[in-house]
């Protein structure tokens, strides 16, 4: 149980262009949603958490007109990269809390992330 | 804000133990998480361990919490060669978005 996928797996794109990457939890639903990025052999960092039915809430430094979060149902978030540069490229790694589990506990389910690069 | 520290890399020998160990600075830490990461691959939750206690066991892993000094250690016993990953500590907190804070991570490097 508690299986977050991510589509796609890894995508390739030209700068300026814009990219979608889905986070799916599969089999639990999921009010919560957080999106990560993670630079090559660095920690992860929180770029935003997703809420479903409401705006996403994005850290510091974290542009949401090019991050953009949607959260349309309780089993999907997707996170689209606008306008793309090649500083872009990062491995995203999204994550789920599952709501079954109730708010005291705070164990999130973690995708198995999406490598975008930006040529 | 939350700082959370481990070392860069470890390396053991195969069948040794693996001791690895996080710092963190915030004191109102509700659980403390250990994550493992395989190359190209997502975060797999190995354990976690609620701030109010000092030890939990699990099969080869065991975790030591001393809440007093802010350290987190997981130890793996019988070290193999599948254990070569990155692991991460994290904590979360009582905050309004109970996010979780993640250390540097540690790539252990299991030689055969």
């Known amino acids: 149980g508690a299986v977050v996928s991510q589509h796609p797996s890894w995508v390739i794109c030209k700068s300026g262009t814009s990219v979608k990457i889905e986070c799916r939890s599969l089999d639990f639903q999921a009010t919560t949603m957080f999106w990560y990025r993670q630079f090559p052999k660095q920690s992860l960092m929180l770029m935003a958490t997703s809420n479903e039915g409401s705006k996403a809430t994005y850290e510091q430094g974290v542009e949401k007109d090019k991050f953009l979060i949607n959260h349309a149902s309780l089993t999907l978030s997707t996170l689209t990269v606008t306008s793309a540069h090649p500083e872009d490229s990062s491995f995203y790694i999204c994550?789920?809390?599952?709501?079954?589990?109730?708010?005291?506990?705070?164990?999130?389910?973690f995708g198995p992330g999406t490598r975008l690069t930006v040529t | 804000g939350e700082d959370v520290e481990q070392s860069l890399f470890l390396s053991v020998r195969e069948g040794d133990s693996s001791v690895i160990n996080c710092t963190y600075t915030d004191s109102s830490s509700t659980y403390l998480y250990w994550y493992k990461q395989e190359p190209g691959a997502g975060l797999q939750l190995l354990t976690y361990i609620f701030s109010n206690m000092d030890m939990k066991q699990d099969q080869r892993l065991t975790v030591l919490l001393n809440k007093k000094d802010k350290h987190l250690s997981l130890r793996i016993a019988d070290t193999q060669t599948g254990d070569s990953a990155i692991y991460f500590c994290a904590e979360s907190i009582k905050t309004g978005a109970n996010n979780l804070f993640f250390g540097t991570g540690t790539r252990l490097t299991v030689i055969p």
């Open positions: 994550s789920a809390r599952d709501q079954g589990r109730g708010l005291a506990f705070y164990e999130q389910y």
